[in-house]
């Protein structure tokens, strides 16, 4: 099973910054949009970012002005750089690669906690 894989999630405090990093494998290509969703305890998944192919972006409105969504499309991988972190962007983040609807992968999650 073809699996994104995640880094850059840990515990920081509410203020402080991440970066998040993901990487789909070379066998999946022509990747349409890469994004990062989140699941909080008892929510559903929502979507934080996301950027197509040639870079144009979307946020969540709680991400503007705080994350910032890059890509390298060489390397097929996405980061995620998120500053001035509060409690409430504590989850589990997953990295997302759409191909078609055929076509869509997920990372297994890598858990962000912004606690003092």
């Known amino acids: 099973q073809v699996q994104l894989v995640e880094s850059g999630g840990g515990l920081v405090q509410p203020g402080g910054s991440l970066r998040l990093s993901c990487e789909a494998p070379e066998s999946i290509f022509r990747i349409r949009t890469m994004g990062w969703y989140r699941q909080a305890p008892g929510k559903q998944r929502e979507l934080v970012a996301s950027?197509?192919?040639?870079?144009?972006?979307n946020y969540a409105v709680s991400a503007k002005g705080r994350f910032t969504i890059s890509r390298d499309n060489a390397k097929n991988t996405v980061y995620l750089q998120m500053n001035s972190l509060k409690p409430e962007d504590t989850a589990v983040y997953y990295c997302?690669?759409?191909?078609?609807?055929?076509?869509?992968?997920w990372g297994q999650g890598t858990q962000v906690t912004v606690s003092s």
């Open positions: 997302n690669a759409f191909v078609s609807s055929y076509f869509n992968y």
């Open positions: 950027i197509t192919t040639a870079g144009s972006t």
